[in-house]
């Protein structure tokens, strides 16, 4: 099956900074998300990006499909962003999602 | 005007006993998944039902049994619980593409 990896696994950074998560996966894909998982446990559709570039207020993703990455930028970033973001890619026709392992972020003051 | 819900939000129950959890999605979708979330936050998809239809079994056991009786509701039965099934356990429902989960039902084996 596909693999999807994350990096970095953990980032702590102090308010108004800015961030680059990224995403690297093993074969071609037709769906891929971003989430945030809240400190409440709750998980939260960022973007759904399989390719190209979208922005929503202070958060923008890029997916280069043909070389198998996806990039997440969390600029300004506040307390509330805090939490585990993942990324999750589909392919064929199953329609399932794997999902990476996460990257977990702390906004400190 | 909850998209995909989930019931109980919290399950507490003994080894050996029998529980369920339902998941009901208004958004019309065909489509209706099971993942679980396990103690190190990692994600994986159990089940998945496409207007009633099975189509997705990952490797599962058979202590677990989906059902959907209808395409806006998939349920989730568990027999014989075990304390290696304490997990966080997520609904989700399909459009083209895009997945969209529930809140999740945090169950505890003790």
């Known amino acids: 099956g596909i693999q999807v990896e994350q990096s970095p696994p953990d980032l702590i950074l102090q308010e108004g900074a800015n961030s680059t998560l990224r995403c690297n996966f093993s074969?071609?894909?037709?769906?891929l998300q971003w989430f945030h998982q809240n400190p409440w446990g709750q998980l939260i559709n960022l973007f759904y990006?399989?390719?190209g570039t979208k922005q929503n207020g202070r958060l923008s993703a890029t997916t280069v499909a043909t070389e198998r990455y996806s990039l997440l930028y969390i600029s300004s970033s506040q307390t509330t962003d805090s939490g585990v973001y993942f990324c999750a890619v589909g392919g064929g026709t199953a329609s399932k999602l794997t999902f990476g392992t996460g990257t977990r972020l702390q906004v400190t003051l | 005007d909850t998209a995909v819900s989930q019931t109980p939000k919290y399950l507490v129950t003994q080894m050996g006993n029998d529980k369920s959890i339902k998941c009901e999605q208004n958004l019309g979708h065909d489509t209706m998944y099971w993942y679980k979330q396990d103690s190190k936050k990692f994600l994986k998809i159990m089940f998945s039902y496409n207007n009633k239809e099975l189509i997705i079994n990952e490797t599962v056991p058979n202590r677990f049994s989906p059902k959907s009786p209808d395409k806006a509701h998939l349920n989730l039965h568990i027999n014989s619980l075990e304390l290696g099934d304490s997990a966080v356990y997520f609904c989700?429902?399909?459009?083209?593409?895009?997945?969209?989960f529930g809140p999740g039902t945090r169950l505890l084996v003790l």
């Open positions: 990006i399989p390719s």
């Open positions: 074969d071609s894909v037709n769906n």
């Open positions: 989700a429902s399909r459009e083209t593409g895009y997945q969209y």
